[in-house]
């Protein structure tokens, strides 16, 4: 979630509302400058670097990072016949990349070339298509999924309240020392300690997705409720505190904390959609070797948890 997305305050499913005297146009869109050094690695090569990005936020999509031409290495980009139109912004441009005759995106880059007055910010501007590329990077440091939302933020708390996980009246967990994860746009998620489980109860699935800011994820079904359970078994340095713990979902499984029964709350599951792409773990395991896939590899990108 973030300022446009899932459930935030300019999505089309904003749980909160504007209190102004007029109604607000449905659609709105946002751009601001990243603040951030952001980089663009492609066919062993940085083809952009700036320090001037712009992040456009529009409803339902995730944040677009945006690139001066100036700050794109020269003659990578090819402009092509293929031209889309975008709902708010006009007509749309579409570039190959390319590095040399080994490395070519018949279409990793777009440019708005017609845009209305009002979104002038944009004039110009360069956005290279996520998957396309090799890898994007804040810094030395590589960003995934799509381009980082400063306006996504967890917390975790650490809670002594006494959360009861059961299904078919077997009781699968029953701890006093749950951790509470709070995501920006969602209803608390619980996470319980493995030696609070009954680990016999797990049936490991074999799927994986990856959570952009949280990491990779493993799946568990209990008994005849498929993929009812979720963890992180080497979270992000960020959120290092929930790695290995297992939450669970109430709409699947029966979860009580203090005796009251949690409900799955509207906008809670995560859609991996985006603008040009879709998250899945490709782009975070390392390339199949040639006897086979890695481990517990997911072959399509499913919901992603909280």
Same mark, same amino acid.
């Given at each position: 979630?973030?300022?446009?997305?899932?459930?935030?305050?300019?999505?089309?499913?904003?749980?909160?509302?504007?209190?102004?005297?007029?109604?607000?146009?449905?659609?709105?869109?946002?751009?601001?400058?990243?603040?951030?050094?952001?980089?663009?690695?492609?066919?062993?090569?940085?083809?952009?670097?700036?320090?001037?990005?712009?992040?456009?936020?529009?409803?339902?999509?995730?944040?677009?990072?945006?690139?001066?031409?100036?700050?794109?290495?020269?003659?990578?980009?090819?402009?092509?016949?293929?031209?889309?139109?975008? $709902?708010?912004?006009?007509?749309?441009? %579409?570039?190959?990349?390319?590095?040399?005759? #080994?490395?070519?995106?018949?279409?990793?880059? %777009?440019?708005?070339?017609?845009?209305?007055?009002?979104?002038?910010?944009?004039?110009?501007?360069?956005?290279?298509?996520?998957?396309?590329?090799?890898?994007?990077?804040?810094?030395?440091?590589?960003?995934?999924?799509?381009?980082?939302?400063?306006?996504?933020?967890?917390?975790?708390? #650490?809670?002594?309240?006494?959360?009861?996980?059961?299904?078919?009246?077997?009781?699968?967990?029953?701890?006093?020392?749950?951790?509470?994860?709070?995501?920006?746009?969602?209803?608390?998620? %619980?996470?319980?300690?493995? $030696?609070?489980?009954?680990?016999?109860?797990?049936?490991?699935?074999?799927? #994986?997705?990856?959570?952009?800011?949280?990491?990779?994820?493993?799946?568990?079904?209990?008994?005849?409720?498929?993929?009812?359970?979720?963890?992180?078994?080497?979270?992000?340095?960020?959120?290092?505190?929930?790695?290995?713990?297992?939450?669970?979902?109430?709409?699947?499984?029966?979860?009580?904390?203090?005796?009251?029964?949690?409900?799955?709350?509207?906008? #809670?599951?995560?859609?991996?959609?985006?603008?040009?792409?879709?998250?899945?773990?490709?782009?975070?395991?390392?390339?199949?070797?040639?006897?086979?896939?890695?481990?517990?590899? $997911?072959?399509?990108?499913?919901?992603?948890?909280?």
């Amino acid at each position: 979630m973030g300022l446009s997305w899932q459930q935030g305050p300019l999505s089309t499913g904003a749980i909160g509302r504007f209190l102004v005297p007029e109604p607000l146009p449905k659609r709105l869109l946002y751009v601001e400058p990243l603040r951030r050094r952001l980089r663009v690695r492609f066919g062993g090569s940085w083809i952009a670097d700036s320090e001037r990005v712009l992040l456009l936020f529009e409803p339902g999509r995730y944040p677009v990072a945006y690139f001066p031409e100036a700050d794109v290495s020269p003659h990578v980009l090819e402009p092509t016949e293929h031209i889309t139109q975008h $709902a708010d912004l006009g007509p749309t441009s %579409w570039y190959g990349v390319r590095v040399d005759e #080994q490395h070519i995106a018949a279409r990793g880059a %777009w440019r708005h070339t017609n845009l209305p007055a009002h979104a002038g910010d944009l004039q110009g501007l360069i956005a290279f298509a996520w998957r396309a590329m090799d890898a994007f990077y804040e810094e030395d440091e590589r960003i995934v999924g799509h381009a980082a939302d400063p306006y996504h933020r967890i917390d975790i708390r #650490q809670a002594s309240r006494n959360l009861v996980v059961s299904h078919q009246g077997r009781v699968i967990a029953d701890t006093k020392r749950p951790l509470v994860l709070y995501e920006s746009g969602f209803a608390p998620r %619980w996470y319980v300690p493995r $030696a609070d489980i009954d680990e016999s109860a797990l049936i490991p699935v074999k799927l #994986q997705t990856f959570c952009p800011y949280k990491g990779l994820c493993s799946y568990y079904s209990i008994g005849d409720a498929r993929q009812a359970a979720w963890s992180y078994p080497d979270a992000y340095p960020e959120v290092r505190r929930i790695s290995n713990f297992v939450s669970f979902e109430p709409d699947i499984v029966t979860v009580h904390l203090d005796g009251t029964q949690l409900r799955l709350e509207p906008g #809670q599951l995560v859609v991996p959609h985006g603008p040009d792409r879709n998250l899945d773990i490709a782009e975070v395991v390392p390339e199949p070797t040639p006897g086979g896939q890695p481990a517990e590899a $997911a072959t399509s990108p499913l919901h992603r948890r909280s």
